[in-house]
């Protein structure tokens, strides 16, 4: 009988088959890829997160400087407030801006409201601004006084029920435009609190 010899293996099967190399961790390569491949997908990820991180960061805001128009006292009697004995007078002392114009005119407004903004009473005063003259002619920095009434009704004409009512304060300078009074500065408004018994 005629019998064939075994082809031998191909070179290249023969050399990583070869008892020479399965000694230095031939199963273990796709190991070490996959290791080196997350590695390197962790390191991407980190780099992404740390620069989408730096991009969401807001630069500090620079506060905005106070306005030369201020509200610097305010002044509210009788405290607690009682409807029917009289009205509420509210005293706001307004600080003028060094540089004023005759035709500017002076707002003073004020909202007054109940804890659940059922009840809501809004008062304002205008009046022109006068402006002082220095010593030198030089226009100098005023104060006035604007007194606001509430006779303690809502917008609705019904007396405010008892309770701890919010106000706002706001004051600002007007001037005559094309299309009616222009908002030409406006001072930071003044918030608190006041007891209607």
Request: with cysteine; hydrophobic share 35%.
């Amino acid at each position: 009988m005629k019998t064939e010899n075994a082809r031998p293996f191909p070179p290249r099967i023969r050399r990583f088959a070869s008892p020479r190399h399965r000694g230095l961790g031939f199963h273990s390569s796709p190991r070490r890829t996959v290791l080196s491949w997350t590695a390197a997908l962790c390191l991407c990820l980190a780099v992404f997160v740390s620069i989408n991180g730096e991009a969401r960061t807001k630069p500090d805001r620079v506060p905005r400087p106070e306005p030369e128009l201020k509200i610097v006292d305010l002044k509210m009697d009788p405290l607690p407030f009682e409807p029917g004995n009289g009205p509420l007078q509210i005293m706001v002392t307004v600080q003028l801006p060094k540089e004023l114009d005759e035709a500017f005119i002076l707002e003073v407004t004020s909202l007054i409201s109940s804890p659940s903004k059922t009840s809501l009473r809004f008062l304002t005063h205008r009046q022109p601004v006068e402006v002082p003259q220095g010593e030198e002619g030089q226009a100098d920095r005023s104060r006035l006084s604007v007194e606001l009434l509430w006779d303690g009704q809502d917008h609705r004409k019904q007396q405010a029920a008892a309770g701890i009512y919010s106000y706002e304060v706001r004051t600002k300078l007007l001037a005559d435009g094309e299309k009616g009074p222009r908002t030409v500065m406006v001072a930071w408004p003044k918030r608190g609190t006041l007891e209607v018994k």
